[in-house]
């Protein structure tokens, strides 16, 4: 053994030393799950599953090539497309790409049990919370996919867990905590436009989980934290802007997505068009039009393109105009065709849709193996210059996988639940009360930017909800244990947040 390779061995070893015998038990329990969840989905599918919605374009800006080249298509944000090319440097093997992603979500998933293990949560509760991640099959799914979330959600969890470590210590420990932090939940950003959101709040549960008494100290880490964020998004938002000429946007498109969603209605009879956006009428009686909104973002037979040639997401002030502009004349048209329902019909249309949004009882996703073969053939030549994409193989193991994900995952029902317990625990929390709070923010951002397009789309959002009625639980325990008296600590974390 070199002696570098003893260093090691005792590090670990002085590691594994400051745990408890239960906390050795409960984490090594969560690892064999873990890796038996991931050695089960890489000998079901390999080398990995492609030929999705939206994997062939993660890699046709991964392979370069075309205009804007990584940024040639900013319908989504080209971080992953940046890890796919990286990783592509590194090697041909769609196998080893899978099991990079696999290592990456089982990382995350540890290092949030060792965050709430340091916020001082329950053995129970913190093991339950790093579950919503190793064990689930739905993220290891996706980390077996050709998909952003196979970044995007380790990034976010990430992100926490450097916020909880920064928040629990001090001073250059705890801005070197804040900046990871940042950095982490500014790539999250670059995987998928909603985590945006959680970069400030991230900052915000820096300070909401540190001590009252010690808050004033949070601003090394806050400092931290936004330096991160700001060495991240402003190299992104200048490569962006190079790329297509389209000025610093932190959500390209979002004009075009806004006009995307109001074109099917629109008539230019009813409100005066602003200037310069007049070939964005469509002569086409409203009831003959495509409903669909992918039909004015991507075909070239749409008004759209008649404005601009270049496609999105150039000239995106004149279709936010245009959208501005319709809206009313759109929602009052759509209300005589729809009329508001009662109070009572709206609570159930939420209902339902939370439902829908996380899919139904055989599984949010569609099956781990679904086949399309030209599909397949076509993203094999495109990620040619990166990866030679073997022709998928199945085992009959993702049957078997398959009917396991449908029973054992995040249901509809369960997120009501943790919405439930987050409004009930509030009054008798003691602790996280913000932290929790923080957490539905970013749920409602996700679902109010994602709802309705790609059942994956929940996945994230599923796991935080569940994640705040866990915090919010931590601070329900911790007012019992407070009336009980003092009880002797658990493990050697530092002091946890007091609100």
Known sequence: MTSRSGQVVAAARGWAGRLSKGECWVLGVLLLGAFVLRAWAMAGVRPITYGLYDSGTYLAAAAGGRP???????????????????????????????????????????????????????????????????WNPEVVQLEHSIMSEALYIPALILAFGGAAYAATSTGRTAAVWGFAAGVAAAVGYTARYPGLVWVPLIV???VVLRPWAERRSAALPVAGAVFGAVLVLVPYGVAQSRALDIGFEFTPGAGWNAYANIASDADCSKFTPPPGTRKLCDRTPPAKRP?????????????????????????????????AAASPSVAKARNEDDPAPTPLAQIESVVDGAENYTGSSAGALSPMAARNPPIEANEQAIAAPLFALAPIGTQSLVTTYDDVKGVVRIHGWMVGAALV???LGLAFARGFRLAALAFWLFVAANWYAAAGYNARYAVPVNIFALLASILILAGVWRTWVARRGPQPESSGAEPSPAA
């Open 68 to 134: 804007g080249g990584l940024f040639y298509d900013v319908h989504h944000p080209v971080g992953y497309s940046l890890w796919l090319r990286i990783v592509g440097a590194l090697t041909d093997s769609g196998t080893v790409l899978a099991a990079s992603q696999h290592a990456l979500g089982a990382i995350a998933g540890v290092f949030l049990w060792f965050a709430l293990r340091r916020l001082k949560l329950p053995l129970l509760l913190s093991a339950v919370g790093a579950a919503l991640v190793l």
């Open 204 to 206: 915000l549960l820096i």
């Open 291 to 323: 409903k669909a909104t992918e039909f004015y973002s991507w075909d070239h037979s749409s008004p759209a393109f008649r404005l601009e040639p270049r496609g999105f997401p150039h000239s995106d002030d004149l279709f936010a105009a245009f959208a």
């Open 421 to 423: 317990i987050t409004v």
